[in-house]
């Protein structure tokens, strides 16, 4: 009997520990630990992510109703941080670092967070549920409002026009986006050398959306 009992206690202490709660951000953060460079978010089951979280499957549902929601979230989160980086570009153009080259450069530099929510963003960008695209496509915008009213403050300090800023904000924002889905998992080396590619785009986009503007 004594044995047995044992036995038994030791088969209770080697079952894995699930966590009697968790949150939003715990989930999340265990839906990353599994993305990698040969899978997305998308690929992920419920149960996988339940599983790396340490929670039973149907603790889940108490945050997101499936994958596509919690990819969502993810999207979301990935957006927050994008506007910070907006922001630093900004602070840096403050130090009259110079503002194109600035702006990718801190873009560049976001796809060593730690977290990895802008590779996600950036890999998954043309794949995945509606929703999740739609998702992408949202904070895209986000992207491309703030660029335009920063393009049009530059204009109006400078005294020179910009032709269809919200256009040229858009070709700026899917150009950057897509050279930094390529430049995630590229070493120092040929991350500089397509910044600095990046950068020469898109000084040539807004050169020629002025000369534009003369031929009017």
Not at 88 to 108: C, I, Q, T
């Amino acid at each position: 009997m004594r044995l047995t009992r044992k036995k038994n206690t030791d088969l209770e202490q080697d079952k894995p520990k699930r966590k009697p709660a968790i949150s939003e951000q715990e989930l999340m953060e265990a839906a990353v630990r599994l993305v990698d460079s040969k899978r997305s978010v998308s690929s992920l089951s419920l149960r996988e992510i339940a599983r790396e979280a340490g929670i039973a499957p149907n603790s889940f549902y108490r945050h997101f109703r499936d994958v596509d929601e919690l990819a969502v979230a993810l999207i979301d989160r990935a957006g927050r941080g994008l506007r910070g980086t907006i922001r630093e570009a900004r602070k840096r153009l403050e130090n009259d670092r110079g503002g194109v080259r600035s702006s990718v450069e801190v873009f560049m530099e976001a796809l060593d967070d730690e977290q990895k929510y802008l590779k996600i963003l950036l890999r998954e960008i043309s794949i995945g549920s509606d929703a999740f695209r739609n998702a992408v496509d949202r904070e895209l915008n986000y992207f491309e409002e703030e660029l335009n009213d920063e393009l049009l403050r530059i204009a109006k300090a400078s005294g020179k026009e910009i032709h269809e800023p919200r256009l040229v904000a858009k070709a700026i924002t899917r150009l950057v986006f897509t050279l930094g889905a390529s430049a995630a998992n590229m070493n120092i080396e040929q991350r500089n050398d397509l910044t600095q590619e990046t950068v020469t785009m898109v000084r040539m986009i807004i050169v020629g959306a002025n000369a534009m503007v003369k031929r009017k």
